[in-house]
């Protein structure tokens, strides 16, 4: 039997935590919740995911700094894919620092959404291509 695949869904906003949880339980996947930066490093590194769905502003550690020590911890942190759901425009200092990121090393496997101009379905669209292309 094939094993499920593992999403880590970062979110501090409850409601969107659980909409999301429920989408990818019914999708088949086996989700792990987290509401704020540190307790999602924490279970990334614990339970290695197969993609991460990380808000940027959260409390304790904010979605940045988790990425940050993600692609520092080791090669697996530098692998998983990640997308970033955030209401910060492209014009954001945080934006920035995700493009750096991303530029840095040629990543292809981190994408930004900007919550305030996506749908459930969109989400669900660019875990299952970044998915595909592993």
């Known amino acids: 039997m094939e094993s499920q695949q593992k ?7 409850e409601s969107l935590l659980n909409v999301l949880t429920d989408e990818f339980t019914e999708r088949g996947f086996e989700v792990i919740g987290a509401q704020d930066g540190a307790e999602g490093l924490s279970r990334a590194l614990r339970e290695k995911p197969d993609i ?9 550690m904010d979605g940045i700094t988790m990425l940050e020590w993600l692609r520092k911890e080791n090669e697996w942190g530098e692998s998983v ?16 620092s995700f493009n750096r990121l ?6 292809s ?10 749908m ?15």
């Not at 991460?52 to 304790?60: A, R, Y």
């Not at 759901?85 to 934006?95: A, C, F, Q, R, Y």
């Not at 496997?109 to 996506?118: A, D, G, H, I, P």
């Open 102 to 107: 991303r530029e840095k090393g040629g990543r």
């Open 120 to 134: 459930l379905s969109d989400v669900v669209e660019a875990v299952q291509k970044e998915l595909a292309v592993r």
């Open 109 to 118: 496997n981190l994408r930004y959404v900007q919550k305030s101009e996506w």
């Open 81 to 96: 894919p990640i997308i970033l759901l955030s209401n910060l425009t492209p014009s954001d200092d945080t934006v920035e």
């Open 52 to 60: 991460i769905l990380l808000d940027v502003i959260m409390p304790v």
């Open 7 to 13: 999403i880590l869904i970062v979110e501090d906003e």
